[in-house]
């Protein structure tokens, strides 16, 4: 007599759905990307018959196949989508779980976002590392993400990417390699809320000294507007040329309230103009020096930015 394997419980399930969306994240650089990723793979499950549901051993482990096999094929697109981008593509930010506020904008009003939806920030969202991620080919990118970050033995890890154990060890290998080359000793966060601080209150004072003191002289400021809204579609390189463009914007948008707020996990600076969020800023600092600006001004970047709160 056969026996019918027992179902899966519904709670296990959808209890994945948060892991899945950090994994997502992680691999896309958006949010709204994520939540694609995993709402397919969702839907593939409950697609399924209950006997074939009941047959799988581990739904996470099927979930996560099926989930980063989408997420491997959304790189591949996008890849493509955004060498039309107008001007520079900066991943999404994500705000602390306490700013956290409802994904999809739609309703026109904030809501809170269900907690399986947050982003767990950790070193591996900062926005330096996410820029970085964005350098590798998809096959390089999912195979170390699962790997390093998310610690999946290979065996699993080349499932996902249909290539074997040993090529996916090489692809997560080059993948290093490049963090290391562009990751410079990072500044404990303590230190980063300091110098994020003293920047937030030169840039309010329009000292122009005062901000090319803050600045490495040698860093970058690189903005995304997505064509949306107007913003510089060149990166901005130099401590003076930096400091004047940011004088430049505070004299054009009177009214700008400059708030400190984590961002990826690390310390930044929300712009708000008349109550809404108009720029999320995440900075690389080394040596106690700011050596990258990330300025997000991309509307469909910030659907997840709260607009009131005090600074």
């Not at 799988?56 to 099926?66: K, M, Q, R």
């Not at 350098?135 to 290539?163: C, G, Q």
């Amino acid at each position: 007599m056969s026996i019918t394997p027992a179902e899966p419980e519904p709670s296990v399930v959808v209890g994945e759905r948060r892991r899945l969306i950090n994994l997502a994240y992680r691999l896309l650089g958006s949010v709204a990307e994520a939540e694609d990723a995993v709402q397919e793979a969702y839907a593939r499950w409950y697609a399924m018959s209950r006997r074939q549901q009941a047959a799988i051993e581990s739904p996470g482990a099927w979930l996560t196949t099926v989930a980063g096999r989408v997420c491997l094929d959304m790189l591949g697109s996008a890849r493509a989508r955004r060498e039309r981008y107008v001007g520079a593509w900066i991943p999404e930010p994500v705000p602390d779980r306490t700013e956290w506020i409802g994904g999809r904008a739609g309703a026109g009003r904030a809501e809170q976002a269900d907690p399986a939806d947050r982003i767990t920030l950790d070193e591996s969202v900062s926005m330096a590392f996410l820029v970085v991620l964005e350098s590798m080919t998809p096959a390089e990118r999912v195979a170390f993400v699962l790997h390093d970050v998310f610690r999946y033995p290979f065996a699993e890890v080349a499932a996902i990417v249909d290539r074997t154990p040993a090529a996916c060890r090489q692809l997560a290998s080059s993948a290093r390699r490049r963090v290391r080359a562009a990751r410079a000793p990072a500044a404990a966060t303590a230190g980063q809320a300091g110098l994020v601080r003293d920047f937030k209150e030169a840039w309010e004072a329009r000292d122009i000294g005062a901000l090319v003191g803050l600045l490495d002289p040698e860093a970058t400021m690189t903005a995304d507007g997505g064509g949306l809204v107007g913003t510089v579609l060149r990166p901005v390189e130099g401590a003076g040329p930096i400091a004047r463009y940011l004088i430049h914007i505070a004299d054009k948008a009177p009214g700008l309230t400059l708030l400190e707020r984590a961002v990826n996990g690390r310390p930044g600076l929300v712009a708000q103009h008349a109550g809404v969020t108009v720029t999320v800023a995440a900075f690389d600092v080394t040596e106690a020096r700011v050596t990258r600006i990330w300025a997000v001004r991309n509307p469909e970047k910030l659907r997840a930015w709260s607009a009131g709160g005090a600074g």
